[in-house]
């Protein structure tokens, strides 16, 4: 079995925006809404941080119960780690998701800057300093067989696609524009040249776009 | 997390039926055409009887992916298991699946006609004469935690519902009419008192019915 590098539930606005402006420890997505822009998968049944029974068990709920399965690291940008920027001050953040972070796998954080590994639960947090290829190379050997998920943000992705190592994509358009902020893409033809697309419209109203190499 | 009864990948033509007439061990199907039924599944990358590289990794891909994902036990019926019908004359048709089948679980094989279980590969078959809530209870006492596997076919999928045992369904609806066999219904409308829900059209040409509890 190939180990594949999946990008999974990625959101993003219908004008191509993963974030908005202004990033801040109060708000994640800059300017933008994060329910706007997330509400869908926070309904489904499955979704990683829900806290109370029930949800949703359409058509969504097939993309947030397939997030984690067969999957055996993550990689992702400084920016999804946290709102800090240049050399950490102290080590102190330990990103925003508790004592209990979702990924349940080693997880490798791209930055300039050096910082011991630690873990919390059982994620183990990795801070590499190394081109996309090289961040692969350890997130493979880490998953043990299993695929590795490209954690976003949008500038990690892009930088992956650049450099031609995503095998697939989920990507979720939501029905909002965010008119500034961090943009994926201005259209998903950008990466036709290299990937199958299906577009899926979704009850909830947001629009899956699934891609795969050609 | 409550164990639920999924049925998965079940596949019935537009006009309700899941089979068509005269089963046999040449045509597992009857009169229907296999392929025009079920094409949709073994073009996909993840499904499960899958012998070379390659497949699609589309919509289709992730109901074929998440087909086992979850899954501690399976349900079936005898017709499922087999052509066979009445008293088992003796004990060499182990199904047909081969020396490893697809399930890798417990699998309860419901039949009038007692049997001894067997155990091929990691798959062990059970028979059982019993109601279908019994044979909920053994496939979920079985099921470590996990949910089971609703495995069809129509009739034992009838039973179950109306038991009103089942708590999701993914029905895949081919593009294709058989005119009579084994009827599912004829109309998914039939169970909308007790089920919501989602109708999704796939760029392959069938349309996935995503059903969940109200």
Not at 21 to 39: C, I, K, M, T, Y
Not at 84 to 111: C, I, S
Not at 185 to 209: A, I, Y
Request: with cysteine; hydrophobic share 35%; glycine share 12%.
């Amino acid at each position: 079995m190939p180990q594949l590098l999946r990008l999974q539930c990625f959101n993003i606005s219908s004008d191509g925006y993963g974030a908005g402006e202004g990033q801040s420890l109060e708000r994640p997505f800059g300017h933008a809404n994060p329910a706007d822009l997330v509400g869908w998968a926070g309904a489904t049944a499955s979704w990683v941080n829900r806290a109370e029974p029930g949800g949703t068990r359409g058509l969504d709920d097939y993309f947030t119960r397939d997030m984690h399965h067969g999957i055996g690291a993550e990689i992702m940008g400084r920016n999804k780690f946290g709102p800090l920027r240049g050399p950490w001050e102290n080590e102190e953040w330990k990103g925003w998701w508790g004592e209990t972070p979702p990924f349940h796998t080693p997880v490798f954080v791209l930055t300039h800057y050096e910082r011991p590994s630690f873990t919390l639960t059982d994620t183990t947090f990795h801070f590499v300093n190394a081109t996309p290829e090289e961040a692969l190379r350890q997130a493979r050997e880490a998953a043990d067989g299993n695929d590795v998920r490209l954690g976003g943000g949008v500038a990690t992705v892009r930088a992956f696609l650049e450099a031609d190592l995503v095998d697939t994509m989920h990507v979720v358009v939501s029905p909002i524009e965010l008119g500034r902020g961090e943009r994926l893409w201005s259209s998903p033809q950008e990466v036709l040249d290299r990937f199958n697309l299906e577009t899926v419209p979704s009850p909830s109203g947001v629009t899956h776009l699934l891609f795969w190499r050609k």
